[in-house]
C-alpha cells in the first residue's frame, strides 16, 4: 500500500470514529445486541458436490459413539493419537455420512445411517432430507456398503416399515447371508446377538425388495461394488463414475482417522476378519492413491470426501475443497 492511500484511509477511519459517532448515548444502543440462546447442537448437515454430470449430495446422519478400547493396539499408543489429532481421550465421537448420488436417471443412497437405534446422536437422516429437497419416496435404489446398524438401521422406521418406500435395497450376498443366518448368529457370543438386529428389521420391511449382489457386480450406470471384504464378509465399496469423474464411497474403511491414518494396520473389535479387513485398507488406500481416487467416507468428518497422499508411512487426509455451483 502506497503511503498516500494508506494515509487516507487512516484518515477515513479516524473519521468514523470521531465527532458524532461518539456522542451516541450508550442508552440507545440496543443492549441484547446479538445475544441469542446457544443451539446446544450441530445444524442439519447437507453438503453437495458434481462428479462429472452427476451430483453427490453428503448428509451427515450424526455421531455414534464408541470407546477407545475397541482399537486393537496398545491403549497408550491409542491416546496418544487421538490426542495428537486433537480427538478427546474417551468415547471417540464416529460421525456418520451417507451419500445420495443424482446420476441424472436416478436418485441412489449410498448407506442410510443409524435412525435413532444406536441412540439418540444419529438418525438425522430424513431431515437431511427434507433440508435436500427429497422425498424419501423418490428414492430408487439404496445400495448397503454391509449390514451394521449405523448403515442399515436407518432403511427402516421406528415402527418397522420400509422409510423408502419405493425403492429397491441392494446387499452384498455374502452380508445377506452371514447376517440373516441363524447358524451364524448361534456362533457369536450373547452380547453380540444384537448385530443381528438391523438385518431382521431391514428383511422384514423390504422382504423380495432386497436384491442381493456378488461382490464387483455393476449396479446401475455409473456405480459399481468393489470388493472390500474383511470388515464384514460382504464388505462392499461402491464405485461412482461419471465420464472421466471418478469416487470411491468406501464404507467402514476406516473408522478413526486420527489413528488409523497414521497407524492403518490398526483394527477394530468389530470387524469380522482382522487380517483381511486390515490389507482390504491398505490395498484401497494404495489403489486411490496410484489412481487419483477421492474417497467417501462414513465415519470421516463431514462430508467425509477427500484424497489420500502418503506421508512416510501414515496417510494424509486432504478434505476435497467446497465447490461453489
Ligand atoms: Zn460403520
Same mark, same amino acid.
Given at each position: 500500500?502506497?503511503?498516500?492511500?494508506?494515509?487516507?484511509?487512516?484518515?477515513?477511519?479516524?473519521?468514523?470514529?470521531?465527532?458524532?459517532?461518539?456522542?451516541?448515548?450508550?442508552?440507545?444502543?440496543?443492549?441484547?445486541?446479538?445475544?441469542?440462546?446457544?443451539?446446544?447442537s450441530q445444524?442439519?448437515s447437507?453438503?453437495?458436490?458434481?462428479?462429472?454430470?452427476?451430483?453427490?449430495?453428503?448428509?451427515l446422519d450424526g455421531f455414534i459413539e464408541v470407546p477407545p478400547s475397541v482399537l486393537?493396539?496398545?491403549?497408550?499408543?491409542v491416546?496418544?493419537?487421538l490426542t495428537?489429532g486433537d480427538w478427546p481421550p474417551a468415547p471417540m465421537r464416529l460421525p456418520v455420512n451417507?451419500?445420495?448420488?443424482?446420476?441424472?436417471?436416478?436418485?441412489?443412497?449410498?448407506?442410510?445411517g443409524g435412525?435413532?437405534?444406536l441412540g439418540p446422536t444419529a438418525g438425522r437422516?430424513?431431515?437431511?432430507?427434507? *433440508? =435436500? +429437497?427429497?422425498? &424419501? @419416496?423418490?428414492?430408487?435404489?439404496?445400495?448397503?456398503?454391509?449390514?451394521?446398524?449405523d448403515?442399515?438401521? $436407518?432403511?427402516?422406521?421406528?415402527?418397522?416399515?420400509?422409510?423408502?418406500?419405493?425403492?429397491?435395497?441392494?446387499?452384498?450376498?455374502?452380508?445377506?447371508?452371514?447376517?440373516?443366518?441363524?447358524?451364524?448368529?448361534?456362533?457369536?457370543?450373547?452380547?453380540?446377538?444384537?448385530?443381528?438386529?438391523?438385518?431382521?428389521?431391514?428383511?422384514?420391511?423390504?422382504?423380495?425388495?432386497?436384491?442381493?449382489?456378488?461382490?464387483?457386480?455393476?449396479?446401475?450406470?455409473?456405480?459399481?461394488?468393489?470388493? *472390500? =471384504? +474383511?470388515?464384514? &464378509? @460382504?464388505?462392499?465399496?461402491?464405485?461412482?463414475?461419471?465420464?472421466?469423474?471418478?469416487?470411491?464411497?468406501? $464404507?467402514?474403511?476406516i473408522h478413526v482417522a486420527p489413528v488409523q491414518?497414521?497407524?492403518?494396520?490398526?483394527?477394530v473389535?468389530?470387524?469380522?476378519?482382522?487380517?483381511?479387513?486390515?490389507?482390504?485398507?491398505?490395498?484401497?488406500?494404495?489403489?486411490?492413491?496410484?489412481?487419483?481416487?477421492?474417497?467417501?467416507a462414513v465415519h470421516l468428518p463431514f462430508?467425509g470426501?477427500?484424497?489420500?497422499?502418503?506421508?512416510?508411512?501414515?496417510?494424509?487426509?486432504?478434505?476435497?475443497?467446497?465447490?461453489?455451483?
Amino acid at each position: 500500500m502506497s503511503d498516500s492511500v494508506s494515509t487516507v484511509r487512516r484518515r477515513m477511519l479516524f473519521a468514523g470514529t470521531s465527532g458524532a459517532a461518539l456522542s451516541i448515548c450508550p442508552a440507545l444502543i440496543p443492549s441484547a445486541f446479538g445475544k441469542a440462546p446457544m443451539a446446544g447442537s450441530q445444524a442439519i448437515s447437507v453438503h453437495r458436490m458434481k462428479l462429472g454430470n452427476f451430483e453427490i449430495t453428503t448428509m451427515l446422519d450424526g455421531f455414534i459413539e464408541v470407546p477407545p478400547s475397541v482399537l486393537q493396539a496398545d491403549p497408550e499408543l491409542v491416546k496418544t493419537l487421538l490426542t495428537a489429532g486433537d480427538w478427546p481421550p474417551a468415547p471417540m465421537r464416529l460421525p456418520v455420512n451417507t451419500f445420495l448420488v443424482n446420476t441424472g436417471e436416478k436418485l441412489v443412497l449410498l448407506d442410510a445411517g443409524g435412525a435413532k437405534m444406536l441412540g439418540p446422536t444419529a438418525g438425522r437422516l430424513p431431515q437431511c432430507l427434507a *433440508a =435436500a +429437497g427429497i422425498a &424419501p @419416496g423418490q428414492i430408487d435404489e439404496v445400495y448397503i456398503t454391509h449390514m451394521h446398524g449405523d448403515h442399515l438401521h $436407518g432403511t427402516v422406521t421406528p415402527e418397522g416399515t420400509a422409510m423408502f418406500p419405493n425403492a429397491i435395497l441392494r446387499i452384498a450376498k455374502a452380508d445377506m447371508d452371514y447376517w440373516t443366518s441363524p447358524e451364524e448368529e448361534a456362533k457369536v457370543p450373547e452380547n453380540q446377538k444384537a448385530r443381528f438386529i438391523p438385518a431382521k428389521r431391514a428383511v422384514a420391511a423390504y422382504g423380495a425388495r432386497i436384491r442381493p449382489f456378488s461382490l464387483g457386480e455393476e449396479l446401475s450406470t455409473g456405480i459399481r461394488s468393489v470388493d *472390500a =471384504a +474383511g470388515h464384514t &464378509p @460382504g464388505h462392499s465399496c461402491f464405485m461412482v463414475l461419471s465420464g472421466s469423474a471418478r469416487m470411491l464411497a468406501i $464404507g467402514d474403511t476406516i473408522h478413526v482417522a486420527p489413528v488409523q491414518f497414521p497407524r492403518p494396520e490398526i483394527t477394530v473389535a468389530f470387524d469380522w476378519d482382522q487380517a483381511k479387513a486390515r490389507a482390504t485398507r491398505l490395498s484401497i488406500f494404495d489403489t486411490a492413491i496410484k489412481e487419483g481416487i477421492p474417497l467417501a467416507a462414513v465415519h470421516l468428518p463431514f462430508p467425509g470426501i477427500g484424497r489420500l497422499r502418503k506421508n512416510g508411512d501414515a496417510y494424509v487426509f486432504d478434505p476435497m475443497p467446497w465447490q461453489l455451483f
